[in-house]
Structure formats: C-alpha cells, structure tokens
C-alpha cells in the first residue's frame, strides 16, 4: 500500500507559479513510477507529467511541455510538479498517483491521491 499526500495548490495569477509536491509512505516508493493527472471543471482527468523511479526519463503533456517540470527526491519519498506560466486552462484539481508500469493511462496508476486545488485568475 503507498499513500500520496499533495501539497501546494492554491490560486495564483495568469503567468504565475507554483510547485505541488506529493509526500509518498507506505512501501517502498523508488519502485515506483510517480505521475501526475489534473482535473479541470466539467472536464475528464488526463495526464500532465511522470517520472521513472530513478528520475531519470520524463513524459509530459504536449501542452505543459517546456512550462512544467516534474522531479523527484527519493531520500524524501516526495516527487514535484514544478508549474511556471500559469495559464486560466491550467485549472484543476491535480492528483499524484504511483504505478509499477511505465505509463501515462490513468488506469495503470494503482494509488492515488486525493489531489490539490489548483486556481489560475486572470
């Protein structure tokens, strides 16, 4: 069992930023490929980033790319979603999730968080 806890929502302005970090504990989480998925209004949840165990490779968004900057520390148990530019469409609610395969489908992601909100205003 992991359990993901997210940090670091809140409501910025257009063009700004903001960095969520997700504490993981439970098993061991360097096993792990750590993701993140967002949520906006009356839309479905699609990937935004993740991250191998060894935080080597990275895939992204197409429309995050070059904006956001997903991370980890293994010795903290905690990977980042480093958000800079912010747009009114970044919007969202956004989970951490872990999973044992190297994926960006929301079903290959077994424990989740219970996500940060995330306000962008113009």
Same mark, same amino acid.
């Given at each position: 069992? #992991?359990?993901?806890?997210?940090?670091? @929502? /809140?409501?910025?302005?257009?063009?700004? !930023?903001?960095?969520?970090?997700?504490?993981? +504990?439970?098993?061991?989480?360097?096993?792990?490929?750590?993701?993140?998925?967002?949520?906006?209004?009356?839309?479905?949840?699609?990937? #935004?980033?993740?991250?191998?165990?060894? @935080? /080597?490779?990275?895939?992204?968004?197409? !429309?995050?790319?070059?904006?956001?900057?997903? +991370?980890?520390?293994?010795?903290?148990?905690?990977?980042?979603?480093?958000?800079?530019?912010?747009?009114?469409?970044?919007?969202?609610?956004?989970?951490?999730?872990?999973?044992?395969?190297?994926?960006?489908?929301?079903?290959?992601?077994?424990?989740?968080?219970?996500?940060?909100?995330?306000?962008?205003?113009?």
């Amino acid at each position: 069992q #992991v359990q993901l806890v997210e940090s670091g @929502g /809140g409501l910025v302005q257009a063009g700004g !930023s903001l960095r969520l970090s997700c504490a993981a +504990s439970g098993r061991t989480f360097s096993s792990y490929v750590m993701g993140w998925f967002r949520q906006a209004p009356g839309k479905e949840q699609e990937f #935004v980033a993740r991250i191998r165990w060894n @935080g /080597g490779r990275t895939a992204y968004l197409d !429309s995050v790319k070059g904006q956001f900057t997903i +991370s980890r520390d293994n010795a903290k148990n905690t990977v980042y979603l480093q958000m800079s530019s912010l747009k009114l469409e970044d919007t969202a609610v956004y989970y951490c999730a872990s999973a044992n395969v190297d994926s960006t489908k929301r079903g290959d992601y077994t424990y989740w968080g219970k996500g940060t909100q995330v306000t962008v205003s113009s």
